[in-house]
């Protein structure tokens, strides 16, 4: 069975997905920071595949994405390092990227190959629905990897319910109109935002994602959905460490607080 | 017609395999509105009436089509030159601007935004925005800051604020990603005035419309000089492929018109410093299309290199991509040594000094075969004043 699907039967509230680009701050940082993500009390965890125009995406996140490549990320090593991931933890693991990425590859080598390391999911936020519905959902449909498609304040909610039926994992709510690495306050126009989506009875599990990035933020996101997704908080948090493990941990003690998890 | 092609844009904006919106959702709305309203809007009389009345009055249209004698001695065969670099600011660009703040303005969007890589199209939209009266924000490459600094200055000068993109190589390519970054942050007030034939669906058709004026004057031109309403090829330049778009548009399903696409070889097409994007590249997706673009076997998109600012591009068209792919055009490359020398001569032969992008489309004669009663039109897309550090570097190797 799916882990996203095992997961999400288990644990409806309270979800954190913690975003990560592979091969930042190091090369071989990724089976590191995936083990102690899931240890210190990650979810879920998404594995950001670095690209050079990464084109949904804030400096902070583009800039992981730079050192990322100039380390050598290339897709054949970080399936090699999430196989090797897999002998530690059996978290569940979203893939993050651009379709590109995953056309150059081969559709079907790439999910094959990706779901062989022990990926249950994947995002490529500039994959179209109608090109995902023709040539792509036969292809993840049939190795079961669960795909995720993003909604956003200025999706309509005929969209939002076509979206919901397409997606075959959870709903990535993102918080505002704006690209990744925004933070702050939420507004009280993103509450009724996430109200509104989650009096929608979609039968998939939601996560709210961009600018969530303390444990306050994540608390409020946790109220309205499913769970949050933390990226560019966690990529600031590993800038110029010299023990990544150590960073990781206390990053995600930081955000499940206790104050957080006992509300 | 020879034979009857077919050539255009499909209802989800595909020509062939290339086109498309692979697009966040983010800009789903902004996408969606625009596709479903463009062409019923700028059919529309009164749109019609406003555009071309700006084309004729303030642009200048119709541009000439001059018949260059010199070089036609030269080359043995019949050149025409539509004269796109004496439109008001100096090239093709200001045909798709007026067009989309037109656009922008029935969409009622208070804030425009672009990307630019010569800044030919950055003046053109600066320009339109101070017509108008609309905020303007330009998005540019570090590196193209530094080399078309007239530009930059002229943009300034328009009001428009220039940004500088400082990822990747700093060039037109991650100018194009700051821009699409705007819009994804303030999609309800703002449209963004895509410059090139590039970009998710309906910019690709939407912008060549807009620049097949230059096609559309060349028919009636031709009619009244020759005869005859169509001549034997066009050659253009094209790094995203506007001039060349607008150039061969109403001659893309005549067969007897060859159809010449010029990209810039850089430091040579195996030199790993180079733009030539049909020879190089492989297809892909970059800035919501799916077209031909240089790229590593990851799909990671390789930086381009070219001395010229506005052919300095990773990708071309998905129109250009889809000719050059089922032969209905040819792609020419020429380097940057080719392109310099290509703009001396013509300054020295026909006293007219070209944008250096357009000087690889005339350099492209030299690679061509034609007969002597050929009648060949070169796309002048540009005029040569903001290349003038270029061509004095240039002139002072020759002399040293």
Known sequence: MNRLTQLFDKKKDNLLNVYFTAGYPQLDSTVTIIRNLAEAGADLIEVGMPYSDPMA???????????????????????????????????????????????????????????EAGVDGLILPDLPVFEYEQEFREITDRYDMQVTFLITPQTSEERIRQIGKLSTGFIYVVSSSSITGKSGEITEGQKAYFARIAAMDLTQPKLIGFGISDAKSFRTACAYANGAIIGSAFIRALKDVDDVAAATRSFVHGILSPASVGA | MTKNLQIDVDER?????????????????????????????????????????????????PSPLYFAKRLSEHYGTNIYLKREDLNHTGAHKINNTIGQILVAQRLGKKRII?????????????????????QCIVYMGEVDIARQAPNVARMRMLGAEVRPALSGSKTLKDATNEAIRDWINNPEDTHYIIGSVVGPHPYPDMVARFQSVISEEMKWQLQEKLGRDYPDAIVACVGGGS???????????????????????????????????SVLGTEGIIHGSRTLLMQTEDGQVIEPYSISAGLDYPGIG??????????RAEAISVTDEDALAAALFTARTEGIIPALETAHAFSALDQMEYGPDDVIVVCLSGRGDKDLAAFTTYLNGLAG
Not at chain 1, 61 to 68: G, L, V
Not at chain 1, 92 to 115: D, I, S, T
């Open chain 1, 57 to 115: 995406d804030g400096e902070t996140i583009q800039q992981s994405s730079m050192k990322a490549l100039a380390n050598g990320m290339t897709l054949e090593t970080l399936f090699q390092q999430l196989t090797e991931a897999r002998n530690h933890t059996q978290v569940p693991l979203v893939l993050m990227g651009y379709f590109n990425q995953v056309m150059q590859y081969g559709p079907e080598r790439f999910v094959k190959a990706a779901r």
């Open chain 2, 13 to 61: 904006g595909y020509y062939g395999r290339f086109g498309g919106a692979y697009i966040p959702e983010m800009l789903h709305p902004n996408i969606e509105q625009l596709k479903n309203t463009y062409r019923e809007m700028t059919a529309d009389p009164d749109f019609k009436k406003e555009f071309d009345a700006l084309l004729k009055d303030y642009v200048g249209r």
């Open chain 2, 114 to 134: 672009a990307e630019t890589g010569a800044g030919q199209h950055g003046v053109a939209t600066a320009t339109v925005c101070a017509l108008v009266g609309l």
């Open chain 2, 243 to 277: 001039n060349a778009a607008g150039a061969f548009y109403h001659y893309l399903n005549d067969e007897r018109v060859r159809l010449v696409a010029v990209e810039a070889a850089g430091l040579g097409v195996d030199s790993g410093e180079s733009a030539a994007t």
């Open chain 2, 318 to 327: 998905p129109l250009h991509a889809f000719l050059i792919d089922s032969k």
